[in-house]
């Protein structure tokens, strides 16, 4: 069987992009009840950097992470992982692609509780048949403050030390893009801080790009950017945001 052709990429993306959408349509439903949650968005993803997206409930923000991260389909558009159309790609060729360079934080921790906080970390690596290397777990063990906790169960960890192993198991594998859908929802402000305290440092020294969804101003403080959706579309874009910012870009969308 011949492998699925990949599309060129659009002649804008550049070398440093690492996510592209372009044009991107999700419809669910047919006829009267078609709901249309995305209307041809397009947004340019770069290494090394964090995006938040924002935007009132239903506006789009997680259907669009969810297409980004190929765990949902489109209805018409591009999504580019690096060069390679992931909505080309057959599903096999697809789940080999999310398991090999994205990774995945949810808002439920989605840890296995026959599993260790250690070989819950592992287990990505396993399935994609890749050793992870000393050094590098120990750098996340040891930046996510887990050391103490390896050998404990998720039952005997805190929400917050659950989180992290989560966050772990998702850079073990060194991504090329780290998806976080609303990472610290489940939390209390302190673990949630330290979620984010992370994922700030794994941008600015490990140079890793991460694309957040949150309804928390203060979460999305810790981004380089966010971007506001509004019924399915793009509507604003803020650089450099601060907590009063992004509170104010909010009151807007909403009002």
């Known amino acids: 069987m011949s492998p699925t052709p990949t599309a060129p990429p659009p002649a804008h993306v550049r070398n440093d992009q690492v996510a592209t959408a372009a044009g991107l349509v999700r419809t669910y439903g047919s006829g009267d009840g078609m709901v249309t949650a995305l209307r041809g968005v397009s ?20 259907t669009l992470l969810h297409c980004l991260a190929g765990l949902d389909q489109v209805t018409s558009g591009q999504v580019l992982i690096g060069d390679v159309d992931i909505t080309r790609l057959s599903r096999t060729r697809l789940a080999k692609l999310r398991r090999d360079r994205l990774g995945f934080v949810f808002q439920s921790f989605n840890l296995l509780p026959m599993l260790t906080a250690e070989e819950n970390i592992r287990l990505t690596g ?50 090329e893009v780290l998806f976080a859908d609303e990472p610290t929802g489940n939390l209390d402000s302190r673990s949630g801080a330290e979620v984010l305290s992370f994922l700030r440092t794994a941008v600015d020294e490990f140079r890793q790009t991460v694309i957040m969804v949150t309804h928390d101003p203060a979460a999305a403080a810790h981004a380089d950017r966010v971007l506001f959706l509004s019924d399915g579309s793009i509507v604003d874009e803020l650089h450099g945001p601060t907590t009063d910012g992004v509170h104010a870009s909010m009151r807007r969308l909403e009002g």
Request: hydrophobic share 35%; glycine share 14%; net charge positive.
């Open 43 to 62: 947004a340019a993803f770069t290494r090394g950097q964090f995006t938040a997206i924002m935007g009132p409930s239903g506006s789009g923000k997680s």
């Open 126 to 175: 396993r399935l994609a048949g890749r050793r992870a290397e000393r050094e590098w777990f120990g750098t996340l063990v040891d930046a996510l403050g887990l050391r103490d906790r390896l050998g404990h169960r998720p039952s005997e960890l805190s929400g917050g030390q659950q989180q992290r192993v989560a966050v772990a198991r998702a850079m073990l594998t060194r991504p």
